[in-house]
């Protein structure tokens, strides 16, 4: 089993940043993929970026330039700098591992971006 526990999430104005964080513990194997998604209301979830054990990153196209996915492999955690938010990034966003054909979700943390 594995855990996940996001932290960093808030209310601030439109233009600023924010950093989350998530931290994973249990059962981490060295080779996977660290992840956030997010899910506004009304919204499906979507893809915000991810990043492998290589540090091979991917992101969603409206994120790029903005956002900027990293992560401590000796530390099993996953962090998200966020930069000039706008009201359109408010949704909770959730921290995902995925290893060997499994999926993992933490509880997610709500970002809030006000005008």
């Known amino acids: 089993q594995v855990q996940l526990v996001e932290s960093g999430g808030g209310l601030v104005q439109a233009g600023e940043s924010l950093r989350l964080s998530c931290a994973a513990s249990?059962?981490?194997?060295?080779?996977?993929?660290m992840g956030w998604y997010r899910q506004a209301p009304g919204k499906q979830r979507e893809l915000v970026a991810s990043?492998?054990?290589?540090?091979?990153?991917n992101y969603a196209d409206s994120m790029k330039g903005r956002f900027t996915i990293s992560r401590d492999n000796a530390r099993n955690t996953v962090y998200l700098q966020m930069n000039s938010l706008t009201p359109e990034d408010t949704a909770v966003y959730y921290c995902?591992?995925?290893?060997?054909?499994?999926?993992?979700w933490g509880k997610g943390t709500l970002v809030t971006a006000s005008s």
């Open positions: 995902n591992v995925k290893q060997l054909g499994e999926d993992y």
């Open positions: 249990g059962s981490i194997f060295r080779r996977n993929t």
């Open positions: 990043i492998t054990s290589y540090q091979y990153t």
